[in-house]
């Protein structure tokens, strides 16, 4: 199980965690973009990318045995901050409806662009597995 990080006297953090506390098999999954298991882009939208790299974040866990709730962290790196904060509903539905739960360590970067050049988005994730 994971346990999330709250400091005494801290605000509790709205969409993520400060820390995250696991034991157990950890997986590493390298940066998922927004195209399918074909490296097909099905949309240009934020939204659409962001659902569609939480999915294959959510397909490389799952050949690792894991599920959602095993992630303790990811790290969002995105082309465009304004682009990323006006998808924020859709971003949101997506994460709650393939991950669940925000008990996730997280940060969100904006960087100059991504080595695909259609990808807005690129997620890395770590997750642990209970033994």
């Known amino acids: 199980m994971k346990k999330p990080l709250l400091p005494q006297g801290w605000i509790k953090p709205r969409g993520y965690a400060n820390g995250v506390a696991a034991r157990g098999t950890q997986v590493f999954i390298a940066g998922q973009i927004g195209w399918d298991e074909t490296e097909t882009f099905q949309s240009d939208e934020f939204g659409s990318q962001a659902r569609q790299a939480l ?3 959510v397909a490389v866990l799952g050949a690792a045995g894991g599920r959602p709730e095993h992630i303790v962290r990811m790290t969002w790196y995105v082309t465009d ?12 539905q997506a994460f ?9 360590a997280m940060s969100a970067v904006q960087v100059a662009a991504l080595i695909e050049d259609k990808a807005k988005v690129e997620i890395e994730a770590t997750a642990v597995i209970p033994d």
């Open 96 to 104: 709650r409806e393939l991950i669940g739960d925000y008990d996730i």
């Open 55 to 57: 999915a294959n974040i």
């Open 81 to 92: 901050k304004r682009e990323y904060l006006a998808a924020l509903k859709d971003v949101g």
